[in-house]
């Protein structure tokens, strides 16, 4: 199993701000995900976190409003752009360890206003 | 690309009954096979998964799965529920393609009542 802290765990910001999510696992990981929750809906895949190059995002998300960095192969970053009130949601961190199952921060609950 | 169907928004079991939390799935290679399970206000926790082998896995709190080819089902059970089995549950999918490394998609949740 992996421990994957992310912080912040929640914040509340102003429209047409930006906010960076940090992601750090306690061990090198294959692959890295940001995810986007609403409080007790699905989790929809925002992109892969891909180590030494750029993230591969899924339909309707894109790197302008979400860029997202994996310097190394324990961390990782995904910024929320030019917020609006539509981007308020939870944002989950998950990494693969051993090529199987994921693990999962504890999320960050994000509030814009 | 993958899917995951959970087809009950809700299941409510009486403590003590037997429970079954439904999921099928769609992949065009070989899937990987797992359920989440989210407590209010936490983050997910893995609870058990299907790589390959024995059809029936088990795995933690006392749950166990059973992988079923021909109908693309992976449902959860657990013998005997408890009230603190309440929470979220979601099942989800990792399709698996020769040397392709794919993500993981999840189900849309399936709300577990344990009624006292």
């Known amino acids: 199993s992996a421990v994957i802290s992310q912080k912040p765990s929640r914040d509340i910001c102003q429209r047409g701000t930006s906010l960076t999510i940090q992601c750090q696992v306690d061990s090198q990981v294959t692959m890295m995900f940001w995810y986007r929750q609403q409080p007790g809906q699905s989790l929809t895949l925002i992109a892969t976190?891909?180590?030494?190059?750029?993230?591969?995002?899924e339909s309707g998300f894109v790197i302008d409003k979400f860029p997202i960095s994996r310097p190394n192969l324990t961390f990782s970053t995904l910024t929320v752009s030019n917020m609006s009130p539509e981007d308020s949601s939870i944002y989950l961190c998950?990494?693969?360890?051993?090529?199987?199952?994921?693990?999962f921060g504890q999320g960050t609950r994000l509030t814009v206003v | 690309a993958q899917s995951v169907a959970q087809p009950e928004d809700q299941v409510n079991v009486a403590e003590g009954n037997p429970l079954t939390v439904k999921c099928t799935y769609s992949v065009s290679g070989n899937p990987y096979l797992f359920w989440y399970v989210q407590y209010p206000n936490r983050g997910l926790q893995f609870l058990l998964k299907y790589i390959t082998g024995d059809n029936l896995v088990k795995g933690s709190y006392g749950f166990e799965a059973e992988f079923n080819k021909s109908q693309t089902s992976f449902h959860l059970k657990k013998p005997s529920a408890l009230v603190s089995d309440s929470a979220l549950y979601f099942c989800?999918?990792?399709?698996?393609?020769?040397?392709?490394?794919?993500?993981?998609?999840f189900g849309k949740g399936t709300r577990l009542h344990i009624l006292p």
């Open positions: 998950s990494a693969l360890t051993g090529g199987t199952e994921a693990f």
């Open positions: 989800a999918v990792r399709d698996i393609q020769g040397n392709r490394d794919d993500k993981i998609i």
């Open positions: 976190a891909n180590q030494g190059s750029e993230a591969t995002y």
